[in-house]
């Protein structure tokens, strides 16, 4: 093998183990938001982030592979649809030829796992009212959506790229737009059924098993170590060998600083440390570190991150003063937040670093020039204005044409049995022997308890009749 090949193997190796560990990530949302949930929804809230992962996957094939990332012009890609076997084998060649490093395959399964996060994040917001057919009509037109956003900002001639706007994985393309979609979609489902009192004021709906929702956060800080760290493509960048190293550091301090911000803040600001908050903390750190870990200095990625956490632990309420019922907090976490990389990375670029990477220039701190951050500015106005007016013009028509709320007694039953015909945790519901609905869980009714059992009276052994 020649050194080229060697390097290109290498390179594939890499990207395709970031790619499994972002679709890992499907696990970590899986577990959060199933946590964050009610029992009641519980396996359906899981298990949409198979359904989305599938629904994602064959239309970044048919069409979504194509739209970012085929040649094209600087709005759309206009090649690479339904690619062949010969497209997905070459290195370098039409209609992939921004995959200069890797074969069109890798560069096709990494970056449909982002398409698949980016959608997961949608239904965090509308998780626990949205029909189940919603999954799929809005899943294939918002990973449409997000293709196109992915050529302006990440394809070689994308019109964001050629002003040099710096988001080096995703905080604007992948979180930012997800949060835009979830906010839309919140908005035109309205609250659940006892969200909002009489007097508008919002009333706390826990999730049912924290133990997941911080698993899921594990899991997710565990993933990013593909999604940030993978967005190299490669073994070097810039003439740095193993530079995605200097990435993975600098989402670990934001991801650090985030969850002991997050904590802090909400013992300030809340009055208790709540657990909830510091992995919102930690979420809202990854998020916003996406766009500049490969552009900031490690102190830089320490305060991105805290005030990331910062954002987070105020905008959740904040969300929900607006009459936005939003279950896992996806608009403040990952649309907020991702503003706030974005921005951050225009304010504190290193320039050494933004030649690295080769995009865009240095942040203001360093320049004096405000160009790079004006750049992040337009890149948020134009994917924010695209993107939720698409979101929401696409969800308004398909609820006016078939409503894409459930009706209220299967919002009550929950979206278990009334959607799937099952139940996440049957144990609770249906009486088994030992399980859930004996006398110690009384408080489920009397329905649910077993039928007394009739136990003999105990007998004392002779020696002890003869003592007593």
Request: net charge neutral.
């Amino acid at each position: 093998m020649t050194h080229h090949q060697l390097l290109i193997a290498a390179n594939t190796i890499w990207v395709v183990v970031a790619a499994v560990l972002v679709m890992f990530m499907q696990a970590g949302f899986a577990f959060l938001e199933a946590g964050l949930t009610r029992m009641k929804n519980a396996a359906h809230i899981a298990g949409k982030n198979v359904l989305v992962f599938g629904v994602a996957s064959l239309v970044y094939w048919l069409v979504g592979f194509g739209i970012a990332f085929g040649n094209g012009n600087g709005l759309v890609g206009t090649h690479g649809f339904a690619p062949s076997a010969d497209a997905f084998l070459a290195v370098g060649k039409a209609p992939f030829t921004a995959f200069a490093s890797i074969p069109g395959a890798a560069g096709w399964l990494f970056e449909v796992v982002f398409a698949g996060v980016s959608l997961a994040i949608v239904w965090g917001a509308m998780a626990e009212r949205a029909k189940l057919w919603v999954y799929f009509a809005f899943g294939a037109i918002f990973t449409v959506v997000y293709s196109l956003v992915s050529h302006w900002v990440w394809a070689p001639g994308g019109w964001l790229q050629r002003f040099g706007m710096q988001d080096f994985a995703g905080s604007t393309v992948v979180h930012y737009q997800g949060a835009l979609a979830a906010l839309a979609g919140a908005i035109l489902l309205g609250p659940r059924i006892g969200k909002f009192g009489h007097d508008g004021r919002a009333n706390a709906i826990p999730g049912h098993n924290m133990p997941y929702a911080v698993l899921g956060t594990l899991i997710l800080w565990f993933g990013w170590f593909g999604f940030n760290p993978g967005s190299t493509l490669g073994v070097a960048t810039g003439g740095h060998v193993g530079f995605f190293g200097y990435v993975a550091l600098t989402t670990n301090l934001a991801a650090a600083a985030g969850g002991v911000g997050g904590i802090c803040v909400a013992w300030l600001v809340l009055r208790k440390p709540d657990v909830s908050m510091m992995l919102n903390g930690v979420l809202a750190a990854l998020v916003a570190v996406t766009a500049a870990c490969g552009f900031v200095a490690p102190w830089a990625a320490v305060l991105i991150g805290f005030v990331a956490a910062s954002i987070a632990v105020m905008a959740v309420p904040l969300v929900e003063r607006l009459g936005i019922d939003d279950p896992i907090g996806a608009v403040a976490v990952h649309g907020l937040a991702g503003v706030w990389g974005t921005l951050a990375t225009g304010l504190l670029a290193v320039p050494a670093l933004a030649a690295t990477v080769g995009v865009g220039h240095g942040g203001l701190l360093y320049t004096g020039s405000p160009y790079q951050l004006g750049v992040q500015v337009l890149g948020l106005a134009a994917v924010g204005a695209f993107t939720f007016t698409a979101s929401y013009g696409s969800l308004w028509a398909l609820n006016r044409l078939w409503g894409i709320r459930v009706e209220q007694h299967v919002e009550t039953a929950g979206l278990d049995v009334a959607e799937h015909g099952m139940w996440g945790y049957p144990e609770f519901y249906i009486p088994v022997p030992g399980g859930y609905g004996t006398e110690s869980h009384g408080h489920l009714g009397l329905a649910h308890a077993p039928a007394p059992v009739s136990l003999p009276e105990p007998r004392l052994a002779p020696a002890a009749d003869a003592a007593g």
